[in-house]
Nanobody, 124 residues
Framework: QVQLVESGGGLVQAGGSLRLSCAAS????????MGWFRQAPGKEREFVVG????????YYKDSMKGRFTISRDNAKNTVYLQMNSLKPEDTAVYYC?????????????????WGQGTQVTVSS
């Protein structure tokens, strides 16, 4: 069992930055591939980025490449999402999720555990 708690969301102006954190409980965090998803108002939840348990090659949705960076600290049971050059269209609830898959998965149904989400609002 893994419990995930996101933090770091808030209100920021366009062009600004935020760093989201996702703290995980459990001693097996290092064996999970982690992902960040987001859900904008009136839209379906979408994959943002993932990082395998090894912290190796990451996988980003195209629109986030160059602006978002995922990282993890297995010693702290935490995964991070650094978001730069934020745009109003990045406004959404951001969720972290954990999966046992070896490679990064972009499909929601591949993930076993989810956090409650943290709101990110980007004003124009």
């Amino acid at each position: 069992q893994v419990q995930l708690v996101e933090s770091g969301g808030g209100l920021v102006q366009a062009g600004g930055s935020l760093r989201l954190s996702c703290a995980a409980s459990g001693r097996t965090f290092s064996s999970y591939t982690m992902g960040w998803f987001r859900q904008a108002p009136g839209k379906e939840r979408e994959f943002v980025v993932g990082i395998p348990w090894s912290g190796g090659s990451t996988y980003y949705k195209d629109s986030m490449k160059g602006r978002f960076t995922i990282s993890r600290d297995n010693a702290k049971n935490t995964v991070y999402l650094q978001m730069n050059s934020l745009k109003p269209e990045d406004t959404a609830v951001y969720y972290c999720a954990a999966t046992r898959t070896v490679l990064v998965a972009s499909a929601e149904n591949e993930y076993d555990y989810w956090g409650q989400g943290t709101q990110v609002t980007v004003s124009s």
